[in-house]
């Protein structure tokens, strides 16, 4: 009712597309890992920057609801939440964002915004952002016939999808992964972007970047910058891959890789300096049009493990690149074409932020219950409110008999 209520008191600001949760939730796909750019700045609201534009989507049960800012005038938004949302967008002059020694960017001069109306444009991108022309109900349905786990796990986490991300924005947001989580690469991309970024906009006290150029990271220096904002040896891997992107590729040479097979994009992806055959799957996968690529870390690999009983003699402790590729065609052979979206299911419900989803009490979800390596069986775990209410009905029943025995010992 809120999320209704919201919708209509900013009601011309507001676009939407027909589109069902079944097909995209945005809590799930958004918050799961695949990109480090979406906060979720109101109940159900995700702010982010896609395409160089600044955006807010929610969602009901049948419709995604989107605003997009965008250079031009406007005041104070009428009530939304009883919040007011003043925009202000930055200049965006190339020259202003030009770095000088350790990349100190000039003060901007703000300038007001309003929300975009020419929505045919905004529409294709949300389309090509979230591949709706894939129809994940059926891709679901597909999975489930083949794989009795991956069904159960399904009907729970619905509409989770692959992103179709910018190619510099995913392989250089990646580079940040290694041995690292998800909260924390946010804040790397974020100091990335604004160190290096043309700014957006600031909407509600927070500023927005766009994610930086090629030319940008490859500048030298970068890594020195990068360095004292925390990056550590990812620092030198951002600009050195810049560096030879443009050196030996061009500009062109990334999004070219969507047009080659995925095991020679694969390839060409892991010359490049901090980029293994992991960081390779996940770009090939969430932005190269790779469905197939099945990215193996050790969070996948006990996946595979302890739900599929992989390989369930073997001691390795490291992921070579045979074990990548044998795991990967594994799944290649059991989920088919889309492996790679099949897995990000698995990975997304196995999140520890997640969790709480899987003991909805209206839902009446099992869950699972391991009984060792690769052996699971289906129970219902009780939830906190039905534990309290059996200890206060234990409590009613035992202390009124301890109370009379002390009386009548008395």
């Known amino acids: 009712m809120a999320k209704h209520a919201v919708l209509l008191s900013g009601a011309k600001m507001w676009r939407s597309m027909a589109c069902a949760k079944s097909e995209l939730r945005l809590d799930l796909t958004l918050a799961c890992g695949q990109s480090f750019r979406w906060r979720e700045t109101a109940d159900g609201h995700w702010t982010g920057v896609m395409g160089g534009r600044v955006w807010t989507l929610t969602q009901t049960d049948d419709t995604l609801w989107y605003r997009v800012y965008k250079k031009q005038d406007i005041g104070v938004e009428g009530s939304d939440r009883k919040r007011k949302a003043y925009v202000s967008l930055q200049t965006e002059n190339e020259s ?24 045919h444009e905004e529409e294709e991108m949300l389309r090509d952002y979230f591949q709706l022309n894939v129809k994940l109900g059926d891709l679901y349905k597909e999975w489930g016939a083949a794989d009795p786990h991956f069904k159960h796990i399904a009907d729970i986490f619905t509409g989770v999808r692959m992103l179709r991300q910018d190619p510099t924005e995913c392989l250089f947001s990646f580079i940040c992964t290694s041995n690292n989580h998800i909260s924390r690469i946010q804040g790397m991309v974020e100091r990335l972007c604004q160190a290096l970024g043309a700014p957006l906009c600031q909407l509600d006290q927070t500023s927005y970047y766009n994610f930086p150029s090629l030319s940008a990271l490859a500048d030298s220096s970068v890594e020195a910058c990068l360095r004292d904002l925390g990056f550590g040896y990812r620092a030198r891997f951002l600009q050195q891959s810049a560096k030879q992107i443009l050196d030996t590729h061009g500009l062109e040479w990334l999004e070219g890789l969507r047009r080659v097979p995925y095991l020679q994009a694969c390839d060409a992806l892991r010359t490049l300096p901090g980029v293994g055959t992991k960081v390779a799957d996940c770009v090939c996968l969430m932005s190269l049009d790779k469905a197939e690529a099945v990215p193996i870390d050790t969070h996948v690999w006990q996946i595979a493990k302890r739900d599929y009983n ?62 060792g390596e690769g052996e699971t069986s289906v129970v219902c775990k009780k939830t906190k409110m039905q534990r309290e209410k059996d200890a206060t009905v234990k409590n009613m029943k035992t202390k009124p008999a301890s109370h009379k025995k002390a009386k009548l010992s008395a």
């Open 96 to 119: 202003e964002k030009r770095f000088q020694g350790a990349l100190k960017k000039e003060e901007e001069e703000p300038v007001a915004v309003t929300l975009v109306q020419d929505t």
């Open 310 to 371: 992989y390989a369930s003699g073997n001691r390795q402790k490291s992921i070579t690149d045979k074990l990548h590729r044998d795991i990967g065609d594994f799944f290649r052979k059991l989920w088919g074409p889309y492996a790679g979206w099949a897995q990000s299911v698995l990975f997304c419900a196995d999140l520890k932020k997640f969790q709480k989803l899987k003991e909805v009490p209206h839902l009446k979800q099992p869950q699972e219950e391991e009984h």
